[in-house]
């Protein structure tokens, strides 16, 4: 093993034609570095030549007025081999030229001066090892940047395509003549256009998962997708939130704060609840959405953005309008594309796909394995309203899961609420759609809808016939033979 691979300590050589100033810069230097010492620039050089084959050298400490060349010349020459070198020339002469000379052909890093004191050298020492060590360092970063530059891109991408299939279209789980379809393809025809959309409809039928989706299928996808519940906040703190505000705008603003208009700047930013903001925050709403441009609370300087704004509402905002109670001008450059989730009562035909992939994100979240739900349970949810919608769904089948030690989700697992739910769909509950996953001729519709509605009863009370046939208005020997000619038994 050669003596170069043994040391631990940054190696130092030491060109001076003075054997007596070299043996004085040893004893300064060797407690912290390993020093090589040469008295020419010739000896220096083969030095080099052969400590360099593993790098060992980091720091030259050079005479400048040395017999046959200058230090400034030597240290040139250095540059031109070995650049990473930190290059210090040490003289007891103080000729401007040298010093200009110096710095600009040979890169010096410092010059010092004789007589040296013996602290001020070892803490320029020390010093330069540390440039050494950052300029390797930077270097290793560059190369690192450089080689995982096509890793990296690959990473975004993947990442984005995971997000465009989590958040964009391909998320909606629909069944082929479900009314969620028609909101689909007027997502994917409007998502290209930085047009506003309004999204409406009742809470819980997911109107930010649809302004995601407008968001993931536009050219915005890959910046931001921020999100603002306009009536969870008062008009200050709403305006402090959305616009941002400068340290010292009011009591307890410590710091300067970034506004969400900002944040989303290039991206989406979805305004939740719009309906319930005041007429007096609709007005600063509307000059931000018409000049693009907005003022933080505290400054005087106007921040340019780049925002697409999609709003969502559970309210009647046309009646709001008319009772002047949103602004017209607001709603009209909101809802240049108005857009409506219908609610899920009238997708019953998506209720086994959705439940479904609300079991399987269900036993995931709670460490369980369902393999899926009694028929049973599939009627009852097709009998029930959901006035709640998908979030009460989410919920029924997360406690359910909770609940459950078998392998299939059974009726005794459901809310109290869906075994009180009536003994079928009524037009009162649903009326545009509760007949919608219904086929056939009127005979044959009918027929579906009392297999439905026995179904659900017999759900709602726990297979007892009796009890059945009492809501219903049968007699027990009736009740029977209708589910026998419907083919219904426990378990369905």
Not at 21 to 43: G, I, P
Not at 194 to 209: A, F, N, Q
Not at 319 to 330: A, P, Q, S, Y
């Amino acid at each position: 093993m050669s003596s170069t691979s043994l040391r631990k300590m940054p190696a130092v050589l030491v060109i001076d034609d003075e054997v007596r100033s070299q043996e004085a810069l040893r004893r300064t230097l060797e407690e912290d570095f390993d020093v090589l010492c040469a008295s020419s620039a010739d000896e220096g050089m083969a030095l080099l030549e052969r400590e360099q084959a593993t790098a060992a050298i980091r720091i030259i400490l050079c005479d400048q007025r040395m017999p046959g060349t200058t230090g400034v010349q030597f240290l040139k020459e250095v540059r031109n081999r070995w650049p990473d070198i930190v290059r210090i020339i040490l003289s007891g002469y103080t000729d401007a030229e040298d010093i200009i000379s110096g710095v600009n052909e040979a890169g010096i890093w410092q010059y010092l001066l004789k007589p040296w004191q013996p602290e001020q050298l070892l803490l320029t020492l020390q010093r330069a090892a540390e440039v050494w060590r950052l300029q390797q360092e930077n270097q290793r970063l560059s190369l690192d940047l450089r080689t995982a530059e096509p890793v990296l891109k690959k990473r975004v991408e993947v990442q984005q395509d995971k997000a465009r299939s989590s958040f964009g279209l391909a998320g909606f789980i629909r069944a082929g003549n479900s009314p969620l379809n028609a909101v689909c393809s007027l997502v994917e025809r409007i998502a290209p256009h930085d047009l506003s959309v309004m999204v409406t409809g009742e809470s819980g039928t997911g109107k930010e998962m649809v302004a995601r989706a407008i968001h993931y299928e536009s050219r915005r996808a890959s910046k931001a997708f921020i999100t603002e519940n306009c009536g969870a906040l008062p008009d200050t703190l709403l305006e402090s939130e959305l616009f941002g505000y400068k340290r010292g705008a009011f009591t307890g603003a410590v710091e300067d704060r970034v506004g969400l208009f900002q944040q989303a700047d290039g991206g989406t930013l979805f305004l939740d609840e719009i309906g319930e903001t005041s007429p007096a925050f609709q007005v600063k709403l509307l000059r931000v959405l018409q000049e693009g441009e907005f003022r933080p609370l505290g400054s005087n300087r106007a921040v340019t953005v780049d925002v697409r704004v999609i709003a969502a509402t559970n309210r009647d905002l046309e009646e709001d309008v008319r009772t002047g109670r949103f602004r017209e001008d607001l709603y009209y450059r909101l809802a240049t594309i108005a857009l409506h989730v219908p609610p899920l009562r009238q997708r019953r035909m998506d209720l086994p796909l959705l439940a479904g992939r609300l079991l399987k994100s269900s036993c995931q979240a709670l460490g369980k394995a369902v393999e899926g739900f009694d028929d049973a349970v599939l009627a009852a949810f097709a009998a029930y309203a959901w006035p709640g919608n998908v979030r009460e769904l989410q919920n029924e089948v997360l406690r359910m899961v909770a609940l459950t030690d078998r392998p299939l989700l059974g009726a005794e697992l459901l809310s109290p609420r869906l075994l009180r739910q009536p003994a079928g769909p009524t037009e009162a509950a649903d009326p545009a759609g509760w007949d919608a996953d219904l086929s056939g001729d009127l005979k044959a519709r009918m027929d579906q809808l009392e297999r439905r509605v026995l179904q659900a009863a017999m759900v709602r009370h726990r297979w007892n016939k009796s009890r059945a046939a009492r809501e219903l208005g049968l007699s027990r020997v009736g009740l029977r033979a209708k589910l026998e000619r419907h083919g219904l038994e426990q378990g369905e």
